[in-house]
């Protein structure tokens, strides 16, 4: 089930760079991790911003939901959320 | 080059149904052709909307332009277009 | 899986009153089928506006859109969507 | 009485987490009280958010404002209340 | 029980002057017979729009929205409703 | 001369909770002057907020204006204004 | 009383361009005889659009409303309107 | 040249009272040096808000940033320019 | 004195394409001159819109007007102006 | 390939106003060099703002996107992008 999240990330610069730099690295593997797995099938920079714009593909609500609460980055992130499906013109099956 | 483009279809109800179906038909056609030469990777319908989030790969604006003007819902169509590139925690090389 | 739907009514003065109590009467039989079904488990009116507050449970994302886009009104309708999920403070088992 | 109340969260990020902790543990237990008494009957948590929807049933206005104001995270969060009423095409009678 | 009602009034230039002026007549009785019952306590006019601000005391939402939805002018007017509860510092029992 | 005037309070917690009381019983005292001298008629909670929708009758602006800054919680309120007028349908001479 | 008020002018093209004209002179002459009273102290045209900012000096609100709603192109205008009053570093009495 | 010049201040607490009399007396004297020039004809308070609205008379566009970025209080203020010119139904040759 | 403007054009479908063309020719024409004058020195168009991002040089506000509102498409047109100056790092002599 | 760009500046007072000499030096320096590149071929300011609009020619997304993250002053900096292309009425090859 296709979900399209949008993401936007805003560090307060009180946050000291090392930890910064520790909770990036943290977020880069979890992403991976769920790439690999297949439930985050796509992720892309949007031009000029810390932002990304994703398509995950999960069981249901509730998978999506820990998934993205579970970002290292989800306490500095605004999220929104818009569920997808299947498009008829869609010459793919997914 | 990738963008996101978002479209929201209003086709007025004065439009009489053979002529929307005909042009419903030209849209199929033409974006299947698109998806095809890998112009168009992703389109996918937004749950509840007469709408839909695509990804789009072309060689540069003025393509993309193009492209969109010659939708044959344009003239019925709201869309927004965000330039996308390459995300740094991404596996995948698109 | 349960969803968060707003629906608002916008019925052009031009539609025959005939035709939009016969639409009326649709919706209403087809809303009451899916609430019987449990698709529908909750339906309440917007107070002051012809409009409503759904909850929706259904099997997936796809089952959402057709069940939506399937409505009598839908032609007239603007449609919000929001994916819910437990809440852990919930002492309900929804 | 219904009422449709959305609540977003936002905690500062200065407050220590025990105080944090203490807080969503009163909170649990305040909700819990309410919806066993049968004036919060739905809480859903909304997908990917610090928020939730809710369904509240009180005897007037009143009831609601000293119920929500006296939320103990109440000073952290954005309301939104909308009244609602029975919908012409329920079937339960709520 | 209070609640704040807002409504702006857009007739189409469609609708004949006949007409308006005819249900402009039954909105003032209409409106008049519920001052008189207290139920449309305050009803002020909007400078330079076809608007007013109003409070209405009613026994409930439902009674709220019977009596905006039986409007004779509810067909061309939005309406937006906040529900109001007595204030601290007010010196009025209302 | 009427005005509706919505305030909204936003008192930063780094306000000593002495000084806020402190500066909510001075607004107390002010707003009931105001009541009692006749120009502050309304003043009404706004249900789940920090807000009040109030009623104001001022010989001008200017003493709408010199009201509005002088109240002890003027620092910490985002106010709206909207003059009011006679409606012609009001069966009360406010 | 001064009040900052702007006007923006939206005439649909199915009235006939004799009309518009008509409308347009009575406009004109009924904007130059508030200006002659010194009620209508400034209008100035925004570039690049049909409305104008205009200032009004008036006895009080319900005379501001009546020349409003008098203005005979009101009904295809959108109006805002925001009480003024004496700015402490003006130099000028106004 | 005439432009509508719309400031809105917010200074924050954090700023010493005695540098915020020093800045406003600064603010003062150099918004009065203006409207005696000519340049800045006319400033008027808006009800309720710590704002106002002005008019400016300057040679030309960089003329007018030249004089807001010099503003004692520009680093606190929110600032919108709107371009104006002559209203052919203004009796008067501003 | 240079602007931004920006130009979104929606010609309504019940104008006859003849007609459309025709002012269509017109405004490219309208444009030209323009641009060869050197009071309309940028013209791009936005990608996937009817709308295009233009920079005026003009010798004054009230120039912008006239030639905005000449422009053979300016019933059709929503437009937004915003006044620029010599940005303190550019190279050129704009 | 051409972007329009909307940069605004926010520096918080917080930063020592070296450190701010320091990076404004740093910002105008490397925007300088973009520009004798033919990369930034156009950059004004918005009167009354610390903003400007500008015009990059670059060889794709990506090339953008690293340049606009690598401005000395990105970290306080909200930034849009619009893709543009050719306008049919365009004199220029641009």
Not at 55 to 65: K, T
Request: charged share 20%; proline share 7%.
């Amino acid at each position: 089930m296709l979900f399209k999240v949008e993401m936007t990330v805003n560090i307060p610069s009180s946050l000291p760079s090392a930890e910064v730099e520790a909770i990036k690295a943290k977020e880069k593997a979890y992403s991976q991790r769920l790439q690999r797995e297949g439930k985050w099938p796509h992720i892309w920079r949007v031009v000029g911003q810390y932002a990304n714009v994703s398509i995950f593909d999960v069981a249901d609500n509730q998978e999506l939901h820990d998934i993205l609460t579970a970002l290292p980055l989800y306490p500095w992130m605004a999220i929104s959320v818009q569920p997808l499906c299947a498009h008829p013109s869609s010459i793919h099956n997914e």
